[in-house]
């Protein structure tokens, strides 16, 4: 069964410090995995990625994810916080090949302090 | 270019009620996926519609049902509603043949259970 951890629940980063969103996966196939990022009371945007091509997978507004098969491991970057990146992120794998469903990490809330 | 839009964006409920969520797809989408986000939790799948008929389902009683119209737009139904059942409904469309193509979500319906 694949399934995704995100390893923190809370991440708190000063303005114009980088950013590190950490997330593992399981899967008994090669996976799909995103990254979407949700703001309050809003839907799920996509923010990049990866389907089997370049393991460094960039996304929208500077963040960008390095997939690393012999660590599981799907972690989103960005250089440099903005007051703006401040939401919940969700690590997502799906089924090989296809769009039948997206299994979700718990999320991880980002605080970007000023 | 409409997104996934969904309607109502607020509903209140009392238990034992029934509750019918639409939602209409991504223009050049035909697939649809419905997805409830508790409190504080990811995303968990509900089922999957393409061409009228659902093809997959997640984790979720009969009281849980859907339909999706020619014209590729979908209903989630929900009958004798709980407490539990309150949370944020998401509706996703995507296009049928397209490999591991990203899933475009909607803002969500809030359904309150009281």
């Known amino acids: 069964a694949q399934s995704v951890t995100q390893l923190d629940s809370h991440v708190s980063v000063s303005e114009g410090t980088p950013v590190l969103l950490r997330c593992n996966y399981s899967s008994s196939y090669s996976p799909s995995l995103f990254w979407y990022v949700q703001h309050p009371n809003k839907g799920l945007q996509l923010l990049l990625k990866y389907t089997s091509a370049a393991t460094l997978v960039k996304g929208i507004n500077g963040f960008e994810a390095e997939f690393k098969k012999s660590e599981t491991s799907f972690h989103l970057t960005k250089p440099s916080a903005h007051m703006s990146d401040a939401a919940e992120y969700f690590c997502?794998?799906?089924?090989?090949?296809?769009?039948?469903?997206?299994?979700f990490g718990t999320g991880t809330r980002l605080k970007v302090l000023a | 270019d409409a997104g996934v839009t969904q309607s109502p964006t607020h509903l209140i409920k009392t238990r034992g009620q029934q509750v019918t969520l639409r939602c209409s797809p991504k223009s050049g989408h035909d697939t649809v996926s419905w997805y409830q986000q508790a409190l504080g939790q990811g995303p968990q799948f509900i089922f999957q519609?393409?061409?009228?008929?659902?093809?997959q389902r997640g984790n979720f009683p009969d009281r849980f049902s859907g339909h999706q119209f020619p014209n590729y737009s979908s209903e989630l139904n929900v009958n004798a509603l709980l407490l539990g059942d309150s949370a944020l409904y998401l509706c996703a469309s995507s296009p049928q043949g397209q490999n591991n193509s990203p899933l475009h979500f909607g803002n969500g319906t809030r359904l309150t259970v009281t």
């Open positions: 997502v794998v799906s089924d090989v090949g296809g769009t039948y469903k997206y299994i």
């Open positions: 519609y393409y061409e009228e008929e659902e093809r």
